[in-house]
């Protein structure tokens, strides 16, 4: 988890959904014209976890390492873009 391979990942996954979440939040919202805030809030730690995996950031606290691991940061943005795609179609 410390290779520049899986740090660059987390940066290449979190940086385009931080992007799309700031200039166009519109892209997100379901078929009623709404957001599930609940499902928005995890994709949002998805991302906290990308850049601070991504940058080269390692927590020293257990607490802070096990909230903030690359694979969970992973999972939830691969939420934030099922999301995504569902919302297109």
Do not use: K
Request: proline share 4%.
């Amino acid at each position: 988890m410390r290779r520049g391979a899986s740090r660059a990942a987390s940066l290449l996954l979190a940086t385009p959904l931080a992007l799309l979440l700031l200039i166009h939040p519109a892209a997100m919202l379901d078929a009623e014209g709404g957001y599930s805030h609940s499902l928005l809030m995890l994709v949002m730690w998805g991302i906290s976890n990308g850049f601070i995996h991504g940058v080269g950031f390692d927590p020293h606290s257990r607490l802070w390492r096990t909230l903030f691991h690359p694979l969970g940061g992973w999972l939830l943005m691969g939420l934030g873009y099922l999301i995504l795609w569902q919302a297109q179609g």
